[in-house]
């Protein structure tokens, strides 16, 4: 007896199923879903792989269906963890292949990109990544499997629109997780520039310098026309403090590697100090990175010409170092003057000599410190002309001109006609030819002031 009815039994299971797989066939899929959950309570139904292979099949058709998948939400979840279940019970997929039960991973991924799509264009972008996740999952598997005649290893647009509703929803890993498998394939064209931009800035901000370079490598590789320096000049600046972009700089400029542009904005870094910076150097230091900064405008200038930017930023550094030297003689002036306003008359010579005598010693040291300015201050004045006169030299000729050159043309126009202000009168009365030579060029840049200043 219990032999019989271990037979009936299994009559039972198995004509289950065949409602089940009736049903489906005929199309009847709330039918079909009405016997397979009826199994759902059964341990041993639950226990066969096909029980699973038909769930997620039927689960799936009623994903497919937009008045079934309204009636029964959810019914990608189900027909999702269904079909992985049953991948896991018979791996060489033999229940499947017999009963086209890879149709469920066809339905959920065309229906999953049908609502990304519709989704992504309503901006709802949750949403929209929620069904791309979906098209692009089973894509892969449809794929793998061969299931169909696809020749592409991976749906490109599926992973670049998940990619999308990624960022679009502020979601930067599982944008950057979809983006870089776009771009670790080295998906080419110009429309896709913008996925490389953002792996790399993402990293940047992350300040993953392993993932920065890795990808910075292969944006040049596969866009070799764009100017990708811009994008690790911002991770330096992000990941690096001062020491370390120091020595990138040091160690880069030793082995010849830098190029005009990377040199400009090293400068820019060394001059414009961030304030975290300036409040653990003293001025020394400051002027020390001042002077590591010019340098590199003068390197940019040297591999282009054509970079008039980096001459005059040379040539104000050098013009604030006179400005500088020139503010301390004028407080040495101030102090010789406010020395001489307490001398009083003396008509006596003993007196008179031994007044001079005390002066002297109070005037002496101001005047040596005032003749040792002399030197370093005519050198800094000869290098500032030389500096802004090769950014006035690129910039008189170039049309048009951007703000920024627009500005720099002006200025240097009036920084150089200040400085052959200076050195004419440290000539005059001395040497008439010097003096009238350095008043000419005075007299052509300051007349040029009005002109360029109208350009603008």
Do not use: C
């Not at 999308?164 to 983006?179: L, V």
């Amino acid at each position: 007896m219990l032999v019989a009815f271990a037979g009936i039994s299994f009559l039972v299971k198995a004509q289950d199923f065949k409602k089940v797989q009736t049903a489906s066939l005929l199309g009847q899929v709330e039918m079909a879903k009405t016997e397979i959950d009826k199994l759902e309570s059964d341990s041993k139904s639950l226990a066969k792989a096909e029980f699973w292979m038909w769930k997620s099949k039927i689960y799936a058709s009623l994903y497919k269906d937009e008045k079934f998948r309204v009636k029964y939400p959810g019914s990608e979840v189900s027909a999702n963890a269904a079909f992985k279940k049953y991948v896991s019970m018979d791996t060489s997929m033999k229940i499947m292949k017999e009963n086209n039960g890879h149709d469920a991973a066809f339905d959920i991924y065309t229906t999953s990109f049908n609502l990304g799509i519709k989704t992504f264009n309503q901006k709802k972008w949750d949403s929209a990544l929620y069904y791309f996740k979906y098209s692009v999952e089973y894509y892969d598997i449809i794929y793998q499997n061969k299931w169909s005649s696809l020749t592409m290893p991976f749906d490109t647009t599926s992973i670049l629109y998940a990619g999308y509703s990624a960022q679009n929803g502020m979601k930067i890993n599982e944008a950057i997780q979809f983006y870089t498998r776009l771009v670790d394939h080295h998906v080419a064209g110009d429309a896709n520039l913008d996925f490389y931009r953002y792996i790399l800035i993402a990293n940047s901000d992350k300040k993953d310098s392993a993932n920065f370079y890795k990808y910075y490598a292969i944006s040049e590789k596969t866009f070799p026309k764009e100017n990708w320096y811009e994008y690790e000049i911002d991770f330096i600046r992000k990941y690096y403090d001062l020491a370390g972009k120091t020595a990138f700089y040091e160690r880069e400029n030793a082995a010849g590697t830098l190029t005009a542009t990377k040199y400009l904005h090293f400068g820019d870094m060394f001059v414009n100090l961030t304030k975290e910076d300036k409040e653990n150097l003293d001025s020394a230091k400051i002027s020390a990175y001042q002077a590591k900064g010019r340098d590199a405008f003068k390197k940019a200038f040297q591999l282009d010409p054509t970079n008039s930017i980096a001459a005059f930023n040379a040539g104000v550094i050098h013009y604030n170092d006179f400005n500088t030297y020139d503010d301390r003689v004028r407080v040495l002036i101030r102090n010789l003057q406010d020395i001489n306003s307490q001398k009083t008359v003396e008509k006596d010579p003993k007196k008179k000599a031994a007044q001079d005598a005390k002066f002297k010693l109070l005037t002496d040291p101001i005047k040596a410190s005032m003749a040792s300015y002399e030197v370093p201050m005519l050198a800094a004045v000869d290098s500032a002309i030389n500096w802004l006169d090769k950014a006035f030299t690129v910039l008189k000729d170039k049309h048009p001109r951007d703000k920024f050159e627009k500005s720099s043309y002006v200025k240097s126009i009036d920084f150089l006609a200040n400085l052959y202000a200076y050195k004419r009168d440290k000539v005059r009365g001395k040497d008439a030819k010097a003096f009238d030579a350095l008043d000419a060029k005075f007299k052509y840049y300051d007349n040029l002031h009005d002109s360029a200043e109208n350009e603008k």
